[in-house]
């Protein structure tokens, strides 16, 4: 599939962002859905990803509690809801997706890979 991301921007400390991530394709519901961010001079991170039917979430520990994945199959659609953000959570966020069954959280799992979208936030 193909993907694209969007939502992210400037918002202060303490405040929420929602991304979305549009697939292209018609195997979307089969895929296993991941949030990834990249901050400057990091490795890419894994944030959390979504089984194919949503039954099944996985965080990291750094945002547990904090951001919550879902999808809309009919949409092609992931979302990354985001809140209570820190100025720790700065970076460039990627969706990524690959089709398996089960939650992948190492991006070498993932196959496919949307452009990012910058998620700032201020102290």
């Known amino acids: 599939v193909q993907l694209q991301a969007s939502g992210g921007g400037l918002v202060q400390t303490g405040g929420s962002l929602r991304l979305s991530c549009a697939a292209s394709?018609?195997?979307?519901?089969?895929?296993?859905m991941g949030w990834f961010r990249q901050a400057p001079g990091k490795e890419r991170e894994f944030v959390g990803a979504i089984n194919w039917n949503g039954g099944s979430t996985y965080y990291a520990d750094s945002v547990k509690g904090r951001f919550a994945i879902s999808r809309d199959n009919a949409k092609n659609t992931v979302y990354l809801q985001m809140n209570s953000l820190k100025p720790d959570d700065t970076a460039v966020y990627y969706c990524?997706?690959?089709?398996?069954?089960?939650?992948?959280?190492?991006?070498?799992?993932?196959?496919?890979w949307g452009q990012g979208t910058q998620v700032t936030v201020s102290s």
């Open positions: 990524a997706g690959v089709r398996r069954p089960y939650i992948a959280t190492h991006k070498f799992q993932y196959d496919d």
């Open positions: 394709g018609r195997t979307f519901s089969s895929y296993v």
